[in-house]
């Protein structure tokens, strides 16, 4: 006691008295605690900041037996605004070997923008072009060494190997891949999937052809399939960039999809978009009744 009294000698009489009263007073004489704050401002709050977003668009490779197509579209969407639509997701890393990538638009700028420089040291180094299984092993690799602080993007590698055989390789966020015949990533790939089992695989169908198609079959085949897709995924349209690789090298096309432009009047509508608009009815309501008029617009 003659302790305690020492060091609460600096706060008075009182604050020794209630000490010394408080250790020795029974728990139900004891004076309440006071509760604490209920107020919603003076509540923790969690911090939360994501670095990732999904820019959306979808990308496809279809392997031949000499050929192989890489192909995506161009629309580079944040939410519900289109912030471009004239954005490659495509790179060309070699003479027979290139690039697709959807998912955060900043990261696939950065991991394309990285393997081609590796590519480049390791024709410095070897005096020779990587090849495209080369090329996915690399991808790989440097996609498993980011996996704690992953790249956000989905890729697909096309491009023909040392026989000259078409290939493709499907990756997903931190390196897992394999080599297929085709594949899709992207927001619409679960619209072009069961396109590419049906009229690539020729699964779950009796109706299965004995010749292989050609590179302009497939590539009419993408077109297609491109088309189908942007009228239900939101974030494929604008334009699709194709990639054409074969033995003599690679070529560019560019096939344009429906825009999704906002039009205000019904006549540029029928001449400028392509819903093909033959006819439209319009009903005028006012007091003295309803009347019906039929407004032509221009036939395609």
Same mark, same amino acid.
């Given at each position: ?24 007073? %029974? ?5 309440? @605690?006071?509760?604490? %704050? ?5 509540? %923790? ?5 994501? &670095?990732?977003?999904?820019? !959306? ?12 197509? *890489? ?17 490659? #997701? ?5 003479? $027979? ?18 393997? @081609?420089?590796?590519? @480049? ?14 090329? +996915? ?12 602080? &992953? ?6 590698? !096309? !491009?023909?190997?040392?026989? +000259?055989e078409g290939c493709v390789f499907s990756y997903d966020a931190i390196g897992c891949f394999e080599r297929l015949k085709y594949t899709c990533s992207g927001t619409g790939q679960a619209l072009i999937e069961p396109f590419l089992d049906n009229l690539v695989a020729y699964k779950n169908t009796d109706n299965k052809p004995t010749i292989a198609r050609s590179v302009d079959e497939t590539l009419e085949l993408v077109k297609d399939i ?20 074969? @033995?003599? +090298? ?5 096939? &344009?999809?429906? $825009?999704?432009?906002?039009?205000? $009047? ?14 439209? %009815?319009?009903? *005028? *309501?006012? $007091? ?9 617009? #221009?036939?395609?």
């Amino acid at each position: 006691a003659a302790m305690q009294a020492h060091y609460m000698a600096p706060f008075g009489a009182d604050a020794r008295f209630a000490g010394f009263a408080g250790a020795h007073m %029974p728990s139900h004489h004891q004076m309440p @605690k006071a509760s604490m %704050p209920t107020s919603q401002v003076e509540q %923790p709050r969690e911090q939360r900041f994501s &670095p990732y977003a999904n820019n !959306g668009g979808t990308c496809l490779a279809v392997a031949g037996d000499d050929f192989c197509i *890489v192909a995506a579209d161009s629309r580079l969407s944040q939410g519900y605004s289109i912030m471009s639509r004239t954005t490659s #997701k495509i790179s060309q890393l070699t003479n $027979k070997c290139c690039i697709a990538s959807s998912g955060c638009n900043a990261d696939q700028v950065t991991l394309h923008k990285l393997l @081609k420089f590796r590519i @480049k040291m390791y024709a410095h180094q070897h005096e020779k072009q990587m090849s495209a299984p080369a090329v +996915g092993q690399m991808l790989a690799t440097t996609l498993y060494g980011r996996r704690f602080f &992953p790249y956000y993007t989905f890729n697909v590698v !096309g !491009g023909l190997d040392e026989n +000259g055989e078409g290939c493709v390789f499907s990756y997903d966020a931190i390196g897992c891949f394999e080599r297929l015949k085709y594949t899709c990533s992207g927001t619409g790939q679960a619209l072009i999937e069961p396109f590419l089992d049906n009229l690539v695989a020729y699964k779950n169908t009796d109706n299965k052809p004995t010749i292989a198609r050609s590179v302009d079959e497939t590539l009419e085949l993408v077109k297609d399939i491109f088309s189908s897709a942007g009228e239900r995924d939101i974030y494929t349209g604008d334009f699709v960039d194709i990639y054409v690789i074969t @033995k003599d +090298g690679t070529t560019y096309e560019q096939f &344009p999809l429906k $825009k999704d432009e906002r039009r205000t $009047k019904l006549g540029s509508l029928g001449q400028k978009g392509s819903l093909g608009l033959g006819e439209t %009815p319009v009903l *005028v *309501v006012t $007091k003295d009744g309803t009347t019906y008029e039929q407004f032509p617009l #221009k036939r395609v």
